[in-house]
């Protein structure tokens, strides 16, 4: 038997290699938390959804704990590790626990001319956002943090997430930032001209 992952359901989406700030409040959860320090394991975080939980999520490892407050509560950065499939949720404990199946990319990967594509299309969103492009060291799995750089749609990160091709991942990603990029351009097209024209009436 494989022990359990404690669960941490959210209303986020968290991919591997990208970081999450988490205020942590509930007792439960700082149980959870206290018992991952102490122990040096990660905890699962899974998608909130309005019939229960998504059925794939990423672990997420503590990596700091940046404020600790009187009363119980705290601060940390996490980051996110690996996806799973859950496969079965016990309640015995105050906080969620799961049985799950870890999984991996299938072999292959996107191609240069798509990786190139969806870096120039991230970087001219991240600029309009005054943003910096802070790109990860190698290309493998570069959509994570692509997509988990921007606030995409919950529902089109939840389905990246699923997805166990990079170059599927990249593909969808690119579709996605084109049909962003000319909203943008107009958004910021209006604010500078109701900022530029001088006339207040």
């Known amino acids: 038997m494989k022990p359990l992952l404690p669960l941490f359901p959210l209303d986020v989406v968290l991919f591997p290699g990208t970081p999450l700030p988490l205020h942590i409040f509930e007792p439960r959860y700082r149980e959870l938390i206290h018992e991952c320090l102490e122990q040096k394991k990660v905890f699962g975080i899974v998608k909130t959804e309005e019939e229960g939980l998504a059925d794939i999520g990423c672990t997420a490892e503590i990596v700091a704990v940046t404020k600790k407050y009187p009363d119980g509560k705290m601060d940390i950065v996490t980051e996110g590790r690996q996806r799973f499939e859950v496969l079965e949720i016990t309640e015995e404990r105050p906080f969620l626990q799961a049985e799950v199946f870890y999984f991996d990319d299938e072999p292959g990967r996107a191609t240069q001319q798509q990786i190139e594509h969806a ?31 921007l606030p995409l749609d919950l529902d089109f990160k939840q389905t990246l997430l699923e ?11 690119i579709t996605a930032f084109e049909a962003i990029l000319p909203k943008l351009k107009r958004t910021v097209q209006v604010r500078q001209k109701a900022g530029g024209n001088g006339h207040a009436q």
């Open 163 to 173: 997805m166990r091709s990079e170059a599927e991942r990249m593909e969808a990603i």
């Open 119 to 149: 870096v120039k299309l991230h970087a001219e969103i991240m600029a309009m956002a005054s943003a910096e492009q802070n790109l990860p060291e190698g290309e493998e799995k570069i959509s994570f943090y692509l997509a988990g750089s």
